[in-house]
């Protein structure tokens, strides 16, 4: 591969972490700060327990925080918020929306945090500044103006509060829809609709200390060197207690193989690394459920031979005798699946999932940790019951050291989930609400972010207001996704800095910038804490500590009661003074979710408190109050692929979060510079007569292609390719999405690759 490579691209060989993370923290901090030492201190205060909560992701913290937990990817996170760039209005003044529209998503990020609201002009094609109470106003005429409150579409992006989340489902519901599209609709909705017909609860069930005791380790799908950097921390402990890791990912990840702690001077200074996974299985893109039919079948065989020479057998039988029911539905099902479907759907040999199987079966307490190469599938839940019916057979749930942990993605995105935000609340929970605020909420079931988007694009909803993110361009499809926002009467971005969706005008547009996590937050003269949930359910308060980008920027919170004000008259809702004291907030959102019993009081202890999770405890809150074996669709051993067809996932690099591009490398993957590249297997590259280094056209179909991108043959299962999101996000239709839960099938795209061929490439 380092032969003839193309420019950008050379194999990286050390490990995760270590002096190159550091290294890339001091570049981080000296290319966005203005000052480096006040910013230097931002980043000591964060995760600290009077301080304010990474922005970066929900992986939790340790109990006793009481070190600077080293994160490179929290830094880069916090440096890019806590910038010196602005994008003032004089900016506005000189670029025209046509003219930023050219500019790539990382160059407008880049401009700077936002300063005052402002309003799209459009006969002079310009953002323009305005008053927040003309902000207001203007949004409010244009909200009442709907002939139908369910044509407002309320989205929100995972690093809102609680506090901020519960505001705004409020303000939807009491203009009167629950049309709610989230990021938690393309990220982890497998979880949130999955789990809980599984075991009653649809987040994970372990704590932190389980990994302490845990005897073996499943990473499935996720990459936590990138995406959680702070887990690797944990991996490391494991295994140094000799606690095997197994991974099952299609390509090779180098933040699951080795790790050099930062923290750990020995490491450091003597340039060595922990090993982290003890066996890397490159299933298929695609290929969990037969991978994970396969262990469950290899299980089962094994049990039985067991208890045909007299033993005692490998499942948990008291377990699933008392807590779950549908085993015989789940071994019929496995009883039917072939070794031979099993190995050509995922890729792997039989002895390779026999191998995983007999770690699971020889480990005590078992947590199987998943992330969006499980989620974001057309088959997304049924992956995610996939696991938990693996997990349940020797009884791993709800003991310590066992358990299931999906991987969440924003800082709050769990949160946001457990305050309110949801398009199919429950009745008791829209009774509770009433109760708490004297309206009546909606109780017609709202938009997803899928039904949003076609709601959007056939005309339907005429108004669309964001709570953080980047809705069109997180989507898939663009070409869906920008002619919808174009289309629409009412266009509102309350975000921190400029992006593709802020642009995408309306009839009427506002950016609505506010401040970020970081920043001091004052209201009514008294400094005001928020909080948020980690991927573990725990609960705690996170103040921000930085001067504000500009004078002008008031709070989420702030923003919500704003446009509330302006839009609903006649609402009993105290906005402003709720607005002015979040404990307030904080003592409502307690009314209406009794789990946040004593809120106020529970955040005041450092680290916070955990909110009830019943699967932990054994506690089944689903409709027949057992665990579910789920055994799902019998498994074809045909995949439906033409001859040719390969299957694309879309991966984050090193250098980005999520839509925020903040630089051109991957340094893991041995990428620098450059985006615009495909990860392919060498074999597949050969079949198809093709060389590391072409410029070839990723074809999903006629009308959506991906061309010339730089083919690098890399370590991927065979059959897989991979592409980087969001630019690949083309490929997927904005119609392929799973069924069950509304997941757009972002990792799982069928396409050809083929020559980018000479006569296009003079023609362009
Ligand atoms: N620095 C940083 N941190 C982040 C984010 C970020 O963009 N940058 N995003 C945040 C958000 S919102 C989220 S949701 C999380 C995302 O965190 P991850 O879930 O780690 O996200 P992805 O980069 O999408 O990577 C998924 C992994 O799944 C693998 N994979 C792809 N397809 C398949 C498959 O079919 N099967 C299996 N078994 N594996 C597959 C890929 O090779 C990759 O290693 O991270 C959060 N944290
Ligand atoms: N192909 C493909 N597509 C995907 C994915 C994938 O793996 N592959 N992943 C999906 C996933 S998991 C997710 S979560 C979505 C992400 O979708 P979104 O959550 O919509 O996108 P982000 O890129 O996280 O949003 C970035 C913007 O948020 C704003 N922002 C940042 N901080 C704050 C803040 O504190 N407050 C406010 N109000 N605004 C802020 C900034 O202006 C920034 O431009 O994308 C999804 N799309
Ligand atoms: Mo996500």
């Not at 937990?69 to 880069?76: I, L, S, V």
């Not at 702070?230 to 933040?255: C, F, Q, S, Y």
């Not at 079948?297 to 948990?316: C, F, M, N, P, S």
């Not at 984050?652 to 495909?678: A, F, M, P």
Request: hydrophobic share 40%; glycine share 8%; net charge negative.
């Amino acid at each position: 591969m380092t032969e003839n490579s193309p420019d950008g691209v050379k194999p990286y060989s050390g490990p995760a972490g270590g002096w190159e993370a550091l290294a890339a923290v001091a570049q981080a901090v000296r290319k966005e700060m203005e000052t480096e030492v006040a910013n230097t201190r931002a980043l000591l205060r964060m995760n600290q327990p009077d301080g304010f909560d990474c922005p970066g992701c929900a992986w939790p913290d340790p109990k006793h925080t009481s070190s600077f937990e080293f994160c490179e990817n929290g830094a880069k996170a916090v440096t890019w918020e806590a910038t010196g760039k602005r994008a003032s209005p004089a900016f506005f003044a000189e670029h025209s929306v046509s003219d930023l529209w050219s500019w790539s998503d990382h160059a407008l990020e880049d401009a700077g945090r936002l300063t005052t609201p402002l309003r799209y002009e459009a006969a002079t094609d310009h953002f323009v500044p305005v008053s927040w109470e003309e902000a207001f106003a203007g949004i409010a005429a244009r909200l009442n103006a709907l002939d139908h409150p369910d044509r407002a579409e309320f989205y929100t992006s995972g690093r809102a509060s609680n506090e901020s989340a519960f505001m705004y489902q409020l303000l939807a519901r009491a203009f009167g829809t629950n049309n709610f599209p989230d990021c938690s609709n393309m990220c982890h909705e497998p979880t949130s609709i999955g789990l809980p017909q599984s075991i009653g609860i649809g987040k994970g069930t372990v704590s932190l200390e389980d990994f302490d005791h845990a005897d073996a380790i499943f990473c499935i799908g996720h990459n936590p060197g990138t995406n959680h950097p702070r887990m690797l921390t944990t991996l490391r402990a494991a295994a140094k207690r000799g606690v095997p890791i197994i991974v099952a990912n299609p390509l090779k990840e180098r933040g699951l193989e080795r790790f050099a702690a930062p923290q750990d001077p020995v490491e450091m200074l003597t340039l060595s690394s922990t090993r982290l996974a003890s066996a890397y299985h490159q299933v298929k893109v695609g290929g969990d459920v037969a991978m994970l039919k396969g262990m469950m079948k290899a299980l089962l065989a094994a049990d039985e031979a067991l208890r045909a020479g007299g033993g005692e057998g490998l499942l948990d039988r008291a377990f699933i005798a008392e807590h779950t029911v549908g085993f015989d539905d789940l071994r019929a099902d496995l009883d039917t699946t072939s070794w031979s479907a099993i190995e050509r759907r995922s890729g792997l040999s039989r002895a390779a999932i026999e191998s995983m199987a007999e770690v699971y079966w020889n480990a005590e307490r078992v947590i199987a940790c998943y992330g969006m190469g499980i989620t974001q599938h057309r088959h997304g839940t049924e992956n995610v019951r996939q696991i938990v019916n693996l997990l349940l057979l020797r009884g791993n749930m709800g003991k310590s050291g066992a358990g299931i942990c999906p991987l969440r993605g924003h800082s709050n995105v769990q949160g946001d989930r457990t305050v309110g935000i949801t398009e199919i609340p429950t009745e008791a929970f829209l009774e509770r609400l009433d109760a708490a605020f004297g309206i009546t909420a909606p109780r017609k079931h709202g938009h997803n972010a899928v039904d949003a988007l076609a709601a959007m694009a056939d005309g339907s909803s005429r108004a669309f207001i964001g709570l953080g993110g980047n809705f069109a361009v997180a989507m898939p499809d663009p070409a869906v996704a920008f002619a919808a926002f174009r289309g629409l009467d009412l266009n509102v971005q309350i975000i921190t800095k400029l992006n593709r969706t802020a642009l995408l005008t309306a009839t009427h547009s506002y950016i609505l910038p506010c401040l970020g996590r970081t920043e001091r937050d004052l209201r009514a003269g008294t400094q005001q804490a928020m909080t948020v949930e980690d991927s573990m359910s725990m609960v705690h308060a996170s103040r921000g500590t930085l001067k504000p980008a500009s004078d002008a920027l008031i709070s989420e919170v702030a923003v919500i009661a704003g446009i509330a004000r302006a839009t609903l008259a006649q609402c009993p809702i105290d906005w402003e003074g709720l607005s002015n004291d979040y404990a307030r907030i904080r003592d409502k959102i307690e009314e209406v979710f009794p789990e946040f019993a004593d809120f106020n009081a529970r955040i005041a202890v450092p680290g916070g408190f955990r909110l009830p999770n019943g699967a932990a405890e054994r506690v089944w809150h689903t409709s027949n109050g057992k665990a579910n074996f789920l055994a799902g669709a019998p498994l074809d051993e045909d995949d439906g692929l033409d001859e040719g067809t390969l299957v694309c996932t879309t991966l984050r690099s090193h250098d980005q979060y999520n839509t925020t591009i903040y630089g051109l490398n991957d340094r893991y993957r041995g990428i620098s510079g450059r985006r615009d590249v495909v990860f392919v297997n060498a074999d597949d590259l050969a079949a198809l007569g093709l060389s590391h280094g072409d410029t070839v056209d990723v074809v999903a179909s006629d009308d959506r292609v991906l061309a010339r991108q730089t083919a690098v043959a890399y370590p991927i299962a065979r059959g897989s390719v991979a592409a980087y999101y969001p630019e690949a996000n083309l490929l997927v239709d904005a119609r392929d999405y799973d069924r069950q839960c509304g997941v757009p099938s972002y990792k799982s795209i069928p396409v050809k690759l083929r020559a980018h061929l000479a006569a296009d490439r003079q023609a362009e």
